[in-house]
């Protein structure tokens, strides 16, 4: 190989390395204190490095699927590398994009950022959180366990939300039928559980622009519970109307199980700080936790009373893990509830007729008009000596029709709730 052939390979090989290293182009909007964001397309420039800022936690999102995993390099005073592999999820709270990274919070403040995006491309935010460090006051303990039929001891908003700014009024309150739970699709490295729910508390209030954080309560993976949404005077904390389940809070409660559970189950610490979370609200404001109930209210679908995110909105949160505990949490939170005294009205809501009979008495035919039954109800007729004579599968939004001989009847309606309308009626 001739020399000049050799430098000319050098060259090339240069040019090759300096190509793939490329810093990617951005503009750094401070929105304020608290919160700058990156909005860039990352094309052939595939590192991104971002000097003197100040952050403690970083959310990166993007409308672009991706399930290979990003590098994120961040830089610590000391100068010393952190390394952070993440990966894109459904994005958690109705935010401008659909896939993140969830956010991920740093015990301490970083100043420097350098992310390799390895083969994706499309368009990203990248969005720095900084929270002031706010260390426990020495008598609070983070975890704490009382009667298991009060409500569980928490740590209040006064004190997690110290030296942030303060939640913007007014509340509104709202009967709480639906006990909704979430994930914070976050990181499950985050082991200052304060800094991580004072950096959520940030990204909602200045990154969403809500009036506060979005869920009543947030649970760690210690098992220690946060109070969440203020209530601002307006009454109990359980009762608050909040954010959390795409424009359809009126009438739910939303607890968050901080941390990402798509592949990792959540702990036994925080399984149990839920299950005794919902026991007390079940009792306290009498619902059934196997209950179903019409959300929204009187115009929606029948949802679980104990649901996940999922079950009514288009995400993937509380994460498939979690979501499928959702069984076992449900009949724990029972058994809990009813050793605590919980007694149920006879049903949960009230009975409106929703099967229409006429006429009554009738000269033979009797006809079940069925327009507000769910589908696959059934209809049971019994003759005078309780006996079944007939079972009949009601389609729902139609009018059956049934020739009786002459007598007197009884019939049920058996609906996919198990909750039943009877009446009797004459055959003349
Ligand atoms: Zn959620």
Redesign the pocket.
């Known amino acids: 190989m001739t020399w000049y052939y050799r430098v000319f390979l050098i060259i090339l090989i240069c040019l090759k390395i300096s190509i793939s290293n490329a810093w990617a182009q951005f503009t750094l909007t401070n929105f304020n204190n608290y919160y700058s964001y990156i909005n860039c397309i990352i094309s052939n420039e595939k590192i991104l490095q971002v000097n003197n800022i100040q952050f403690t936690s970083i959310i990166i999102e993007t409308n672009e699927k991706i399930n290979e995993e990003i590098k994120v390099e961040i830089f610590t005073e000391n100068g010393k590398p952190l390394f952070l592999i993440s990966k894109f999820f459904d994005n958690?709270?109705n935010r401008e994009y659909k896939y993140s990274t969830g956010l991920h919070s740093f015990n301490k403040t970083l100043n420097g950022i350098k992310i390799n995006f390895g083969n994706f491309e499309g368009q990203v935010k990248i969005s720095f959180i900084y929270s002031p460090k706010h260390n426990l006051s020495k008598d609070l303990k983070l975890y704490k366990f009382n009667n298991p039929c009060d409500k569980p001891l928490m740590i209040s908003y006064n004190e997690w939300r110290k030296g942030l700014p303060d939640p913007k009024p007014p509340r509104e309150k709202t009967k709480v039928e639906h006990l909704?739970?979430?994930?914070s699709?976050g990181s499950n490295s985050d082991t200052d559980y304060i800094n991580t729910v004072r950096n959520i508390y940030l990204l909602h209030t200045q990154s969403n622009g809500w009036d506060d954080i979005g869920y009543n309560f947030l649970i760690a993976p210690d098992g220690t519970i946060f109070n969440g949404r203020d209530p601002i005077g307006a009454g109990d904390d359980d009762e608050i109307l909040g954010a959390?389940?795409c424009s359809k809070n009126q009438n739910t409660m939303?607890i968050?199980i901080m941390g990402n559970y798509m592949n990792q189950k959540p702990t036994d610490e925080a399984l149990f700080s839920l299950k005794y979370l919902l026991a007390w609200k079940l009792k306290k404001a009498k619902i059934d936790a196997n209950g179903k109930t019409l959300h929204p209210k009187s115009t929606g679908s029948l949802l679980e009373n104990i649901c996940?995110?999922?079950n009514g909105?288009s995400?993937s949160?509380?994460g498939d893990s979690l979501y499928s505990e959702l069984n076992k949490i449900r009949s724990e939170a029972a058994r809990i509830a009813d050793s605590c005294g919980l007694i149920l009205d006879v049903y949960n809501f009230k009975l409106t007729p929703k099967i229409f009979l006429f006429p009554n008495p009738s000269d033979g035919k009797v006809y079940f008009n069925t327009a507000n039954i769910e589908a696959n109800s059934e209809l049971q007729i019994f003759d005078i000596s309780a006996k079944l004579i007939k079972n009949i599968k009601l389609q729902s939004q139609s009018v059956t029709e049934l020739n009786m001989p002459k007598g007197l009847y009884f019939y049920k309606v058996l609906t996919n709730m198990s909750v039943f309308e009877s009446d009797f009626f004459i055959i003349k």
């Open positions: 958690e709270n909704v739970i979430h994930h699709a959390h389940f939303g968050c996940g995110h999922r909105c995400t949160c509380p």
